[in-house]
């Protein structure tokens, strides 16, 4: 492995384990609350974040539509969060270190290997970010830190 | 300049150059609101935001408490959000095109050159997804597209 690809899983892992964090406070209520009006709900940012590692990789070796639509419209409940981000960070480290061919989206967006590696991770962020917002709004006592 | 280093400039330019559209967006009335209960002000954030890339850099290079507090006791007005973010994605970019040797942070995190280069870039996707909540919280209508 490399000195960039160990940073990267460093920082992702960091994004990962803290994202499960934040699954866990989720109550069940709260799940289609809808915290910033015209915005995703809580549930929806929630699966968004547990499946985008996959998903933007899927996009980064040129993924139709058509495959991009049966990919998220696999349900994802609650209780599979934790997992399903699982699989996406291995998936992540897996293509991440065997390498990929990059090809441009559906929609016509070109970027290397490296480069799409980063927007996943910078996409994972931003959404934890999002949720952590959200969970914020609605009162939740969070006491995890975010960054090392 | 190797392509994980082209692509790290690539992504964090769209953090960058996304974030002063938000700045140019912040109306004067709004600087001082507090969205989320118990966060930062608007202000504080857009402030954080704009220099975090050169702060972080000063603690990957292992600046103490005191030069830390310095660095951050400098005011940085509305309208010098976006000329102070442009210089922290300058330094950025020298730094890590150059190269800079990493040592463990005042409070004892340990990461490398390149783990560092990618903290400050999460951290900067982190911040402006907090802004762009705080600003839709607020009402604005921010027809801006966050990622490529």
Chains 1, 2 share one sequence.
Do not use: C
Not at 3 to 20: C, F, N, P, Q, Y
Not at 29 to 51: F, N, S, Y
């Amino acid at each position: 492995m490399t000195d960039w690809e160990r940073a990267l899983i460093r920082h992702v892992g960091v994004g990962v384990k803290t994202s499960k964090a934040l699954f866990e406070k989720i109550e069940v209520k709260d799940w289609d609350e809808r915290p910033i009006p015209g915005k995703r709900t809580v549930g929806e940012v929630a699966v968004h974040l547990a499946v985008l590692l996959e998903a933007d990789l899927l996009l980064a070796e040129g993924a139709t539509a058509e495959a991009m639509q049966a990919f998220y419209a696999e349900p994802v409940t609650r209780d599979q969060l934790s997992e399903r981000i699982d699989r996406a960070f291995r998936i992540y480290q897996e293509k991440l270190t065997t390498g990929f061919v990059a090809r441009p989206t559906y929609w016509g967006v070109d970027d290397s290997m490296n480069g799409w590696a980063i927007e996943a991770t910078v996409h994972l962020y931003h959404h934890r970010s999002q949720l952590f917002d959200y969970l914020n709004i609605l009162g939740y006592e969070l006491e995890i830190s975010l960054f090392e």
